[in-house]
């Protein structure tokens, strides 16, 4: 498997949109590294003809109904913290 | 006598035989949060005066006993990941240090149907990410057995309010052991429902394949009584089971006969503190002089549990904390030159640094190119470890094994290496993986004093088997009668 | 060196359902922002997804619609991103399960049929709306759209020339109508359109590299976008430069595909399948129930009216773009069935124009006609059997469409009927000759252009009403001299 490199980290950081200094980013390469030999050990299973589990549940997806139930509620737009009359506000989006 | 020490099946028979008030059961609960919480910093949130009018309410219901739900006029704690409406809700997290959830957890919906009182909202590890309560963004959580360890985590509030009595009983989480745990380190009861049987809308998502709410409480009876309450289909959750809920308290009594325990050979390992397996082993020979048929079994890919976990979890966690962007709720960087600089600031500070490995973990394990090496191949395994418990299950009707390797570690202890900490879920997380319920039982407490846990794993939705097994162990063992003292 | 195009459309459907499709909000346009949002749209903390039934049937029935075939399981996935209109930071889509994969639809361009290859269909929901304002540090989000369900339709590379892809694009559009599934107006964003373009030798079989054309909106507008774009590519390679994988947006003031100015465009959408979701299983009963309430389909209808009334291709391509106007059409023919390719062109050349103008075809349904298709029946009827002109009849559909009456009544309340009583328009022409005998002699001296100006004559002097056929006949007889 891959080592992991700080250059690694910096992608995923900016991926994830999270700004790592100098210190953390180290750590955390320090951790991926650690980390990722941990989970190598998986590498030794023969799993080629397993299926994945992606679903606990092995029921049918349940559908709703197409009708409307929901009605405006200006409760929900009370946690925003910048907000221009009823749009959500952000900083402008640099193309 | 000290209103708060009742277990919720005595506190129900005396509101509703009107030998006490709702609202002296409620204040006496929160004048022991008064004085309890300055050592164990177990509450974020006491909703006092919510919770004596809903007590107020209650009392109208017990007017009519036989209309009223067990739970009527029950003080419970709330894991704080689990949102109530009008009720500061943070997830143990800075990021949610202040919002203020307009609407219910399903799970809520129901306790206060049942006309339960929610006295208030407990610590847990930041997003419910982690096995100690340390990481916290607002302070550790202190394990009321010895002050200076911790309550196991994540659910390590819910965990600290019904060992002393903060609450008569509590909602918590797992995802990898986060009820279970707790429960062991701070001896009381907690269970992880099976996969689907309990509804997960409105709470906050760490890993949406693993997380399950579940009770945490002093005895059995009232882990059944809770569980009775809050499990049940909801059409809001696409992956809640639409099958009937049994009744739990129905078959609590009706003994062990005929039942085979399994005991994995896997869960007894080199590394574990010899008094832990000392006192499993021996709540596993109290199980077969009741007359379960003790019976060995392997479930041979145990080993691999935790890299499948790390890898599964942090996945899925890195996409469901993606919405934590500053936009429409939660905590927003104070000044930012542009979007992209707004939301790394703001995740930046409003994440705590284990929250941000999970995601970054989660985010490699997804990027391009490593896909297949890593989240597929978790999940193959993840369908191993499945077939080995249904395998087992052939021959076995619960699976007994110990919560953990050690009792309660000290605060600080392990928090240098998460790899560390990690390993404290290496008996819980398989359960989770697995989908299946599973149950901790006070079995004993080491030379120090502090707690052990005995687990039961059981078969899909086969809650009640679990529970009348709990039952009839605890029924001839006085641990879980035990308090600590502060 | 010869090059060919190599096109291929990924195309966005907005579904006509009345909620959302994992969410009870509803779908209305025209909002104020942000009205039409609940916690599970907002992606607000704890909240999940349940999937809107109609949101399936509508994807089965563009599935059917177009031969492909539907898989038993399909499987929602995760699309990873960061953008302010998409709450959650992910879109739920699909990725490897489609619901459908490997249909067609036929295309006619000019004299060519032609089969294009859909490689997939999946279902994903929309996300909101930001709003830039090149003035302020700021910009504005409104998430009513955000959770409105879409249709993702992938095509084959099987695209050779804009003009195909006009023509499939149309042909799309069309079968979404029929089914009723979406509108289908790409002005107000109901259908988008995203074009990849690449362009290679001819005869060579390896795909050049391809750009990703976005912000095309109207039918015209891909059109334009591709062909620019094609000369590009071509221009580029010939003077030695490497096409360079990336997005352009058509700039539709200055019509040309601009480079993208951001810098990092490595997609990484960390697909990995929707945990909150179970997957999706269709049995063969719901797909056999969907074929059997199919509707007869565009290119069925138009080979059908090409054959049963003899109309052209062209102009059966025209009446079958959208069912209410084929079935318009078809109502009007029953009303008077002797002359199809007449009422082909009233409806084509009056009807269809007036709903453009007024823009009353945004719909999936039209629901306010100009007039009854039986009284352009009547109309056509009427020119038919000599009642009235052609020129007449223009100026009675008018007074058909702002009244609402009859033809039959209009021309009686105005005597608008033709004239072809022979008495009554020799009356006029002898009065018309009479009144210009210089150009009467200049005629008959071999001035033959003449005809023109008598016969406007006498139209005027009959108010436009006089039988032209006849008309003719009578005036040259009266100007041939015995």
Known sequence: MAQVTKEDVLRVARLARLTLDEQDAEAMTAHFTKVLAYIEKLTVLPTDDIEPATHAVTVAAPLRADCVTNAPDPALLQTALAKDDTFFKVPKIIE | ?486 | MEYEAVIGLEVHAQLLTESKIFCGCSTKFGAPPNHHTCPVCLGMPGVLPVLNQRVVEFALRAAVATQCRVASHSRWARKNYFYPDLPKGYQISMYELPIAQHGHIDITVGEQQKRIGLTRIHMEEDAGKSIHDPQSETSLVDLNRAGVPLLEIVSEPDLRSPEEAGAYLRSLRAILQYVEVCNGNMEEGSLRCDANVSIRPRGSSPFGTKVEIKNMNSFRAVEKAIHFEIQRQRAALKSGEHIVQETRLWDADREVTRSMRSKEHAHDYRYFPDPDLLPLVIADEWIDRITATLPELPPARRDRLVRDYGLPVYDAEVLTARKDVAEYYEAAVRAYPAAPKAISNWVMDSVLRLLKDEKLDTALTITAWPCPPEHLGALVRLIQEGSISGTIAKNVFAEMCASGKTPATIIAEQGLSQVSDEGALTGLIVQVLAAHPEKVAEYRAGRDKLMGFFVGQVMKASEGKANPQLLNALLKQHLTPE
């Open chain 2, 1 to 486: 006598m000290d209103l708060s020490q009742l277990t919720i099946s005595e506190a129900s028979q005396l509101l509703r035989r009107r030998e006490i008030r709702a609202r002296e059961l409620t204040q006496s609960v929160l004048a022991r949060i008064e004085t309890s919480d300055p050592l164990l910093h177990t509450y974020l949130t006491v909703c006092a005066e919510e919770a004596l009018a809903q007590a107020a309410a209650a009392e109208q219901h017990l007017q009519t006993p036989e209309t009223a739900s067990p739970l009527c006029g029950v003080p419970i704690a709330i894991k704080d990941v689990i949102l109530t409406k009008g009720v500061r809700s943070t997830a143990g997290s800075r990021m949610l240090a202040d919002f203020v959830p307009p609407y219910d957890a399903t799970v809520i919906q129901r306790l206060k149907d049942a006309g339960a009182i929610i006295i208030g909202k407990v610590n847990c590890d930041e997003f419910a990410m982690g096995s100690s309560t340390e990481n916290s963004a607002f302070f550790p959580s202190r394990n009321p057995w010895d002050l200076t360890r911790v309550p196991g985590g994540s659910s390590g509030g819910s965990a600290t309010a019904v060992a002393a009595d903060q609450s008569l009983a509590s909602l918590g989480t797992d995802t990898g052991g986060s009820i279970r745990l707790p429960a062991a380190f701070c001896g009381v009861t907690g269970l992880k429902p099976t996969y689907g049987r309990v509804s997960r809308y409105g709470v906050v998502a760490y890993a949406s394949s693993l997380d399950q709410v579940g009770p945490v409480t002093k005895d059995v009876r009232d882990c059944a009584l809770l569980l009775q309450t809050i499990a049940g289909h909801d059409p809001k959750d696409s992956t809640s089971v639409n099958l009937p809920v049994p009744d739990y308290q129905a078959t609590l009594t009706h003994g062990v006969q005929g039942l085979r325990v399994g005991v994995p050979k896997e869960y007894f390992v080199e590394g574990m503190q010899p008094e832990v397996e000392e006192a499993v082993r021996t709540g596993i020979a109290a199980l077969t002089a009741l007359g379960v048929a003790p019976v060995s079994i392997s479930l041979p890919h145990t080993e691999y549990a935790v890299a499948a976990y790390y890898i599964i979890a942090t996945a899925e966690a890195s996409s469901n904390l993606a919405r934590y962007d500053g936009v429409r709720y939660g905590h927003r960087a104070a000044q930012s030159d542009g979007l992209v600089a707004m939301y790394e600031q703001t995740r930046a500070e409003g994440f705590g640094s284990e929250v941000k490995r999970r995601i970054l973990l989660g985010t490699y394990v997804l990027s391009a190119g490593y896909y297949d090496a890593y989240y597929l191949k978790a999940q193959k395994v993840r369908t191993l470890i499945r077939q080995d418990f249904l395998q087992a299950f052939q021959e076995c009707d619960v699976i007994a094994t110990p919560v953990a390797p050690t009792t309660a570690f000290a605060i600080g202890e392990r928090t240098t290496d998460p790899l560390t900490m990690y390993l404290s879920d290496i008996f819980t997380i398989a359960v989770n993986l697995a989908g299946l319920p599973g149950l901790s039982v006070p079995c004993g407490f080491d030379h120090q004093g502090l707690p052990i846990g005995l687990q039961l794993i059981g078969k899909p939705f086969d809650e009640a088997t679990l529970l009348r097994t709990a039952y009839s162990y605890e029924h001839c063992t006085t641990w879980h009668k035990r308090k600590p003292t502060l």
